[in-house]
């Protein structure tokens, strides 16, 4: 296995807490003796999600339909996966662990399938356990309705919440005018399930005649970001905006978070999409980058080992090809810092068991920050 410490580069931006704010003022400022960015696992073209196991090692999904075993060093394809259709941002995407994956076994794939009726494909949410070198026991927890050959939003990050449900996402699948605001229909929507796949019963619409009982809050474009807060236990998204309007939000139960009402960003072409940017009973972002920064990743920053970091946030950057910092107050963003500038497409950050920062970069392999 290769290894590497490279040297990155820092970029400062110093921001007000504004919810309109952008990022068009920046002061590069070198500081190499702060860490080093040192290889882990090499030659993954899309490294989409990471998860560490409690005995040690690793486990990585290649978005083409690979999933990596990384232990003492070494790199192992596991087998028996299910069958993943891979076009445009789908393939095989996010992992988690159960909370007492240490008693029951039980790991969580999101992963875009062609399973049901109708053509192409839509996420899908699995269980299964790891035995040796294959998955077994697979379990399909939820697939999201109807197929369809557009390649875009899937989605599709996974997290547990301090209860022990499972919160997923689905993106609007590139049908924006139906999918997001109607809670009948898949799409544009963070869902909670029990551990094996059962709605809880204080789901916000499970006594909503025709609704989908799993929703837990809609009004969502593409969110590739979930993470739990380490203090509230909240549960903190953040989504793909079109050209502008990339979000953070807090999930609430049941709340519509607008998209595609209202929203800060513009059609690629330079329309408009909405006049709108609020509107009462559909929430505002807690933060939202325009320009667009096309947000992947997500994680919280609890560790000793990077003292100065503590309660930060760290949000991976697609577009612009790095990894962004933001220091928080009251839920709301005072700074931010732009990590690893011009090292590529930063397509996941996670804390590791270690104390350490890992981050997957598109076509280089998995990364770990280790101060200097």
Not at 23 to 47: G, M, R
Not at 152 to 173: A, K, T, V
Not at 223 to 252: A, F
Request: aromatic share 10%.
């Amino acid at each position: 296995m290769k290894k590497s410490a490279l040297t990155p580069y820092f970029f400062v931006v110093l921001l007000t807490s504004s919810c309109a704010q952008k990022t068009d003022k920046s002061i590069n400022i070198p500081q190499k003796d702060f860490f080093s960015l040192q290889l882990v696992v090499d030659e993954i073209q899309n490294p989409w999600g990471m998860t560490f196991l409690p005995e040690g090692g690793m486990l990585v999904t290649e978005k083409g339909g690979k999933l990596l075993l990384v232990e003492s060093g070494k790199t192992s394809e596991i087998q028996n996966l299910p069958k993943v259709y891979v076009r445009g941002q789908g393939g095989l995407m996010d992992i988690e662990l159960h909370p007492n994956y240490k008693e029951n076994g039980w790991l969580y794939l999101s992963y875009s399938s062609s399973e049901g009726s109708g053509s192409g494909g839509n996420t899908a949410i699995m269980r299964a356990k790891l035995k040796g070198n294959e998955l077994t026991e697979k379990q399909v927890l939820y697939k999201g309705v109807p197929n369809t050959t557009k390649g875009q939003h899937f989605g599709s990050r996974l997290e547990f919440d301090n209860q022990g449900f499972l919160y997923f996402s689905i993106g609007d699948r590139g049908n924006r005018d139906v999918n997001p605001q109607d809670i009948t229909r898949d799409g544009g929507k963070i869902y909670r399930i029990k551990d094996n796949g059962e709605i809880p019963e204080d789901n916000p619409f499970v006594d909503k005649k025709g609704a989908k009982s799993a929703i837990f809050s809609y009004g969502h474009r593409n969110p590739q970001g979930l993470v739990k807060h380490p203090v509230t236990g909240d549960i903190w998204e953040h989504e793909h905006g079109p050209r502008g309007g990339d979000e953070i939000n807090i999930i609430q139960k049941g709340k519509n978070y607008g998209w595609p009402v209202i929203t800060y960003g513009i059609n690629y072409i330079g329309t408009k999409i909405t006049d709108e940017t609020s509107r009462p009973g559909m929430e505002q972002p807690t933060y939202q980058w325009t320009p667009s920064i096309a947000p992947c990743g997500m994680a919280f920053v609890t560790s000793t080992k990077y003292p100065e970091w503590e309660g930060n946030l760290l949000v991976g950057s697609l577009s612009f090809q790095y990894l962004e910092r933001l220091e928080l107050k009251n839920n709301k963003v005072v700074y931010r810092e732009k990590l690893l500038d011009g090292q590529g497409r930063l397509r996941n950050v996670k804390q590791g068991p270690d104390g350490y920062i890992y981050v997957g970069i598109e076509g280089k392999g998995i990364f770990r920050l280790v101060p200097k």
